[in-house]
């Protein structure tokens, strides 16, 4: 791949976007970073904070179906790399509310690849270019427990409104490099946790909701099964991607740790209990949190009625990425666990400031009432 020093990031607002430039923008000091985000109730200024001081990175709040900001991004700040990471990500509201996700997710998508076509390739600015599109794991589908993992050659069956659009956006990627010659790239990831994930996602709510002493919910029999990923090992798979992958070519990412729904959420009671146990600081600070009067965790368990195409299983061949691009996770699902949770417990501030307001209205309707 030719060198890029010039990147422009969407969504990294949002969880993993917001690591993946603390990471680049903490590996790569002198690369130009700037970030687009139109700050929906997943977008957090707050996730930026420590990089505002950084001389090479610049923030800017708009749209990814704003073709002509994107244009104009990409001339003024001769830009010639883009990792999209913007979208519309949560499965359980592309089921209540799936406009958002077709207009962000498809045509964003598309506005982008549009700006960067004319630019880069019909005005020649940046022979050697570089679209990278995050994307999901979900676009395979669903496996049943004795199937293999899903390889970068397995069909695309989406189930979900979510997926379905993630999908499309892929999809349209490939087309553009197949018939306007844009360098593209995509990798498809497994569920990711770590800090600055919106608590709405199950880890993420898991512990907000705990230290509250709040419900914890579970759709169905919890046997689903998810693949693992701390965001730090997601953030250097995309690296490698774009460092050393071959254009017009699929990674996929994952953390080849599979946990049952229902598994993952009692490990995490169980940690939060002796973390919090031992803490008479936190138990001062959390002080309706099971931990804090003797209780356990688990007792907050709730199993409540089941996403409707609620997908089985996911699990994640990186076979190719290993291989072809030496990538492997590093940090296990133990060690994941415990920076995750020290990261909330550590910055109430910031998931306070998410989780009030219509956020909060949203999830009593979704789980409290049940569904
Ligand atoms: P997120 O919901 O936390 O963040 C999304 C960000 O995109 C927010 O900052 C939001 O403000 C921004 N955004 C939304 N619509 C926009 C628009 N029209 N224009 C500009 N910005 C917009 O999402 P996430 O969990 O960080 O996921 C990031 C990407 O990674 C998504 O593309 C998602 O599909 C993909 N992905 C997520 C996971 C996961 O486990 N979270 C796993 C695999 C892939
Ligand atoms: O696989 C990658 C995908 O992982 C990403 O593309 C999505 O953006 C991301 O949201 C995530 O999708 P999931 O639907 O797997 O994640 P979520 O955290 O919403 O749910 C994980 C599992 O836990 C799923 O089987 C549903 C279940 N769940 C979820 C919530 C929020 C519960 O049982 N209770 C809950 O409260």
């Known amino acids: 791949m030719a060198d890029i020093h010039s990147w422009l990031v969407t969504g990294a607002a949002g969880f993993i976007g917001s690591n993946f430039v603390h990471y680049w923008c903490t590996r790569y000091p002198d690369d130009r970073v700037v970030v687009l985000d139109a700050l929906t109730y997943a977008g957090n200024r707050n996730s930026l904070t420590a990089l505002e001081a950084h001389e090479n990175f610049s923030f800017v709040q708009g749209d990814i179906t704003d073709q002509a900001l994107v244009e104009a991004l990409l001339r003024d700040h001769q830009l010639d790399g883009i990792v999209n990471f913007a979208a519309e990500s949560h499965v359980d509201r592309s089921i209540t509310g799936p406009d958002a996700f077709i207009s962000t997710n498809i045509v964003g998508t598309h506005r982008l690849l549009e700006a960067a076509r004319k630019v880069w390739v019909t005005e020649g600015r940046a022979a050697g270019h570089r679209f990278h599109q995050v ?178 299983r996911y699990a994640i061949d990186i076979s190719r990425i290993d291989q072809e691009l030496g990538y492997q996770p590093l940090t296990d699902l133990d060690r994941g666990l415990e920076l995750t949770l020290n990261w909330y417990l550590n910055n109430d501030q910031w998931w306070q400031a998410v989780m009030d307001g219509s956020y909060q209205q949203w999830i009593d309707s979704q789980y409290t009432a049940g569904r």
């Open 135 to 312: 994307s999901t794991d979900e676009v395979y589908g669903s496996l049943g427990n004795d199937d293999p993992p899903f390889t970068e050659e397995h069909p695309y069956l989406p189930n979900s409104p979510y997926a379905a659009s993630k999908a499309s956006a892929d999809h349209l990627v490939r087309a553009y490099q197949e018939t306007f010659g844009l360098r593209t790239s995509i990798s498809n990831c497994s569920n990711n946790y770590g800090p600055y994930q919106f608590p709405e996602k199950l880890i993420a709510l898991t512990i907000c909701n705990l230290v509250r002493g709040k419900a914890l919910p579970i759709y169905g029999t919890g046997m689903n099964i998810r693949d693992w990923l701390f965001v730090d090992d997601h953030c250097r798979g995309i690296d490698r991607v774009l460092r050393a992958g071959k254009t017009g070519r699929t990674y996929n990412i994952g953390g080849g740790t599979e946990m049952t729904n229902i598994g993952l959420v009692q490990r995490l009671c169980e940690l939060a209990d002796q973390v919090i146990g031992e803490s008479a600081e936190l138990q001062a600070r959390y002080p309706d949190a099971p931990a804090s009067k003797g209780r356990t965790s688990a007792s907050l368990i709730e199993y409540v009625s089941d996403r409707p195409g609620h997908d089985w």
